[in-house]
T-cell receptor, first 114, second 113 residues
Framework: KAGVTQTPRYLIKTRGQQVTLSCSPI?????VSWYQQTPGQGLQFLFE???????NKGNFPGRFSGRQFSNSRSEMNVSTLELGDSALYLC?????????????FGSGTRLTVV | AQSVTQPDIHITVSEGASLELRCNYS??????LFWYVQSPGQGLQLLLK??????LVQGIKGFEAEFKRSQSSFNLRKPSVHWSDAAEYFC???????????FGKGTRLSVIA
């Protein structure tokens, strides 16, 4: 079966612009989580959605937002991009909102802000 | 809040040698524990997980991990490393069923001939 699909794979944006990243979870998975990965901070949790509701939110500024659609696909948006937003953004899906099921990660979107 | 420490930033082992990657967590009760692997330019792949029961957990690709409550550790092991095991390994913890995973900083594994 198809895995978690993230688009686009690579993105270059200019400081001050906004960006939208997309994540299509595995079919039947209802939970989608987003993580930011940088060399300095490692993997940091952004937010989690389950059945279109935000269940958890990490410690990121309001410039970072997300949503989930009825088909479980999710998008995250970053407004007013800063150089420090350059990172690999990973999406992960799970069948339920229970950790015991484990996450399946996508390959990520590499965002570069110049 | 829970936290995860992976003391080794980078480890180099010879192909065929045994491997142990260390992971220590901070949490009062028994957490949910995971090991993930990430190859360059890729996402993370789940190797194994522990919730309860037998403290020795078997995973994919010949990996295993042992939960030691007294040491707050969940170390990953493999008896014989292959060159294809070169990657970055992340230990992660969740305090309950629906809290976000907290990841360690990762250990980069290099394999030499």
């Amino acid at each position: 079966k198809a895995g978690v699909t993230q688009t686009p794979r690579y993105l270059i944006k200019t400081r001050g612009q906004q960006v939208t990243l997309s994540c299509s979870p595995i079919s039947g998975h209802r939970s989608v989580s987003w993580y930011q990965q940088t060399p300095g901070q490692g993997l940091q949790f952004l937010f989690e959605y389950f059945s279109e509701t935000q269940r958890n939110k990490g410690n990121f500024p309001g410039r970072f937002s997300g949503r989930q659609f009825s088909n479980s696909r999710s998008e995250m948006n970053v407004s007013t991009l800063e150089l420090g937003d350059s990172a690999l953004y990973l999406c992960a899906s799970s069948r339920t909102d229970r950790q015991r099921d484990g996450y399946t990660f996508g390959s990520g979107t590499r965002l570069t802000v110049v | 809040a829970q936290s995860v420490t992976q003391p080794d930033i980078h480890i180099t082992v010879s192909e065929g040698a045994s491997l142990e990657l260390r992971c220590n967590y901070s949490y009062g009760a028994t957490p949910y524990l995971f090991w993930y692997v990430q190859s360059p330019g890729q996402g993370l792949q789940l190797l194994l997980k522990y919730f309860s029961g037998d403290t020795l957990v078997q995973g994919i690709k010949g990996f295993e991990a042992e939960f030691k409550r007294s040491q707050s550790s969940f170390n990953l092991r493999k008896p014989s490393v292959h060159w294809s095991d070169a990657a970055e390994y992340f230990c992660a913890v969740a305090s309950s069923g629906n809290t976000p995973l907290v990841f360690g900083k990762g250990t980069r594994l290099s394999v030499i001939a």
